[in-house]
C-alpha cells in the first residue's frame, strides 16, 4: 500500500472549516483514499473515502487531486467536537487498514 | 445496529496471567481485525480474519498471543502469559467485503 505523509498537527477556529491536508504521491490507479478519526481514547471512526473523483457524506467532503497524488479532507463547520487526530490511509479493495501518525486538529473556540 | 462489542472494557491483570479479549463483530460483516494502540508505536494491526480464517497474523508480537474466531460472530485475541509490556489499548473492528472498517470501544489492558 503507499505510504501517506500529513502534518503533524493543525489548529482551526471553531466555525470555520478545517482543511487537512494528505500526500500520497506514490498511490497506484487501484488504491483507495480513506479517512478515519480518532476522538481521544475512543475507537478510531471511518470518516469517508473515495477513489477518484470527490465525495461528499454528512460528515465531511474528501477532495482528490486529478494526478490523485494528493487529497484534502475538509470538515466545513468545525467544532469542538472535532478536535481528534485524523488518519489518511491509502489501501486496495483489500479490508487491511494500516494507520500512519496522522494529524492532530485542535478547533479552538 | 450495535456496532462492533468488546468486552472487557478495562482489564487489570499481573504479569504471568492469561488474558482473554473478546469481540462481536458487526452482524453481516465478513472480515475481523485485532489492533493494538500505544504511545510508542501507535495503531498497530496484529490479525485480520476473512470469513474466519486468518488471513494476516504479521503483527502478532510473538507466541504468547493467540487469536481465533469459531464462529462469524465472535472472536478472541488471548495473551498467555502476559507481561507488562503488553499494556495497551486493543481494539476490534469489522467490515464486508473490503468495505471500511468499523470499530469497537476497546479493552483497555494493565498488566502489572
Known amino acids: 500500500d503507499a505510504k501517506t505523509t500529513q502534518p503533524p498537527s493543525m489548529d482551526c477556529a471553531e466555525g470555520r472549516a478545517a482543511n487537512l491536508p494528505c500526500n500520497h504521491s506514490t498511490i497506484s490507479g487501484n488504491e483507495y483514499v480513506y479517512w478515519y478519526r480518532q476522538i481521544h481514547s475512543q475507537g478510531p471512526q471511518y470518516i469517508i473515502h473515495?477513489?477518484?473523483n470527490n465525495e461528499t457524506n454528512e460528515m465531511a467532503s474528501l477532495i482528490i487531486t486529478e494526478d490523485r497524488k494528493s487529497s484534502t479532507l475538509i470538515l466545513p463547520h468545525a467544532t469542538l467536537r472535532d478536535t481528534a487526530v485524523y488518519y489518511c490511509?491509502?489501501?486496495?479493495?483489500?479490508?487491511?487498514?494500516?494507520f500512519g501518525k496522522g494529524t492532530k486538529l485542535t478547533v479552538n473556540p | 445496529d450495535a456496532g462492533v462489542i468488546q468486552s472487557p472494557r478495562h482489564e487489570v491483570t499481573e504479569m504471568g496471567q492469561e488474558v482473554t479479549l473478546r469481540c462481536k463483530p458487526i452482524?453481516?460483516?465478513?472480515?475481523l481485525f485485532w489492533y493494538r494502540q500505544t504511545m510508542m508505536r501507535g495503531l498497530e494491526l496484529l490479525i485480520y480474519?476473512?470469513?474466519?480464517?486468518?488471513?494476516?497474523d504479521s503483527g502478532m508480537p510473538e507466541d504468547r498471543f493467540s487469536a481465533k474466531m469459531p464462529n462469524a460472530s465472535f472472536s478472541t485475541l488471548k495473551i498467555q502469559p502476559s507481561e507488562p509490556r503488553d499494556s495497551a489499548v486493543y481494539f476490534c473492528a469489522s467490515s464486508s467485503s473490503g468495505g471500511p472498517g468499523y470499530f469497537g470501544p476497546g479493552t483497555r489492558l494493565l498488566v502489572l
Open positions: 490511509i491509502v489501501r486496495v479493495a483489500n479490508p487491511k487498514l494500516v
Open positions: 473515495g477513489l477518484k
Open positions: 480474519f476473512n470469513n474466519n480464517v486468518p488471513i494476516d
Open positions: 452482524s453481516g460483516h465478513n472480515s
